[in-house]
Structure formats: C-alpha cells, structure tokens
T-cell receptor, first 116, second 111 residues
Framework: KAGVTQTPRYLIKTRGQQVTLSCSPI?????VSWYQQTPGQGLQFLFE???????NKGNFPGRFSGRQFSNSRSEMNVSTLELGDSALYLC???????????????FGPGTRLTVL | AQRVTQPEKLLSVFKGAPVELKCNYS??????LFWYVQYSRQRLQLLLR??SRESIKGFTADLNKGETSFHLKKPFAQEEDSAMYYC?????????????FGKGTLLTVNP
C-alpha cells in the first residue's frame, strides 16, 4: 500500500499571506489528522477529519482550518500567516481515527513551511 | 487537560546496555498511551501501544497508573535503536478527542 503523501514538501511564504497544504491518506483510511511540529512546542494536534467532517480539534486559532473531500484527501489552510507559523506540518491517516481507544496513526513526511 | 512529559531530551547509552525512556502523563480519565519513533530520515511511526501489550523490537512499556507513567524499556540496546522517541496520550476533554505528544527523547546508542 502506498503511504501517506503530503504536498508540497517545502513552502516559503511571507507574513500576511495564506497557504494551503494537501494530504492524501492511505487507501481505505477515512480519518486524517493534522499536527504542527516546532522546536519549541513539539508536536501539537491541530484537528481531525473523518468522512468529510471535522470531528476533533486542538487548541489553535481560527486561522487554521481544514477540509476533507469525499475521497478522504484533506487540505489544511492557514490564513494571515505569522512568523510563528513556521513549522513542519504533519498529517496522519488511520482507519477509524479518534474514537474508542484511538487508532494507530500513519504519518506522512510533512510539509516544511517557512514564513518570512 | 491532558499532558505528557518526557523529562529527558537526550539519552545516550552504550550498545548492550539497558535503556529506559521516561514518560509521565497527566489525565483525569483512563488513558490510552502510545510510543512513536522516528528514525533518521524516516517518518514518524508507531512503536507500540499500551492496549496491545506487545513487545516490538525488544521494547516494552508498562502503564503504571499510580505513578502516571508509561516508561519504555529495552534490556539490551542496539545501535539501530538510535532515534527520536515520542510518548503520546489519546484522550478526551468532553466529546473532543486529542492526541497529545511529549516533546520527545533523542536516544543515541554508542558502539
């Protein structure tokens, strides 16, 4: 099975711009979750989508949003970029996602976003 | 609120020595705990999870609810165990579920 893919792998933006990142899950996985990884804060959960609906979310401002399509592919959007948004953004997919005992997450390679 | 603490940023041991990576958590309910690992130039991947009680690559982890810990152990470290290790807690705050990671421990196994 092909793994989780993320595009683009690297991105440079300037403050105030917006950005959209894409994640294609493993075939058959209906849950996609997003994470921000920074040296200071580590890995932080952003949100989880399941069957095109945002099912769970972390503690990030509304500038961070996402969506999921009928083929389970997901996009994450960050509006009005700030310098502090520079990070590695990871997505992960799983069969059942954030319910029950929690499903194993399969991670993508990440998108490195630099905000200048 | 749920929190995961990995007190050691760096841990260095010699090949063949025992290794223990510490993980403490704070959570009001019954936690589901995981260890994820990231080898050099590879993706983050699951190493083991509490609920399956498996031993993966010789690693084990026992949930100690009294001490709120989920330490990862291996009796004889190998050089290929060198990697970044993350402890993670899956839990809910009301109806909202989250996966909370510790900040990770970089394990180096020296020859």
């Amino acid at each position: 099975k092909a793994g989780v893919t993320q595009t683009p792998r690297y991105l440079i933006k300037t403050r105030g711009q917006q950005v959209t990142l894409s994640c294609s899950p493993i075939s058959g996985h209906r849950s996609v979750s997003w994470y921000q990884q920074t040296p200071g804060q580590g890995l932080q959960f952003l949100f989880e989508y399941f069957s095109e609906t945002q099912r769970n979310k972390g503690n990030f401002p509304g500038r961070f949003s996402g969506r999921q399509f009928s083929n389970s592919r997901s996009e994450m959007n960050v509006s009005t970029l700030e310098l502090g948004d520079s990070a590695l953004y990871l997505c992960a997919s799983s069969l059942a996602g954030f319910q029950g005992a929690g499903d194993t997450q399969y991670f993508g390679p990440g998108t490195r976003l630099t905000v200048l | 609120a749920q929190r995961v603490t990995q007190p050691e940023k760096l841990l260095s041991v010699f090949k063949g020595a025992p290794v223990e990576l510490k993980c403490n958590y704070s959570y009001s309910g019954s936690p589901e705990l995981f260890w994820y690992v990231q080898y050099s130039r590879q993706r983050l991947q699951l190493l083991l999870r509490h609920i399956s009680r498996e031993s993966i690559k010789g690693f084990t982890a026992d949930l100690n609810k009294g001490e709120t810990s989920f330490h990862l152990k291996k009796p004889f470290a190998q050089e290929e165990d060198s990697a970044m290790y993350y402890c993670a807690l899956f839990g809910s705050g009301g109806s909202n579920y989250k996966l909370t990671f510790g900040k990770g421990t970089l394990l180096t196994v020296n020859p």
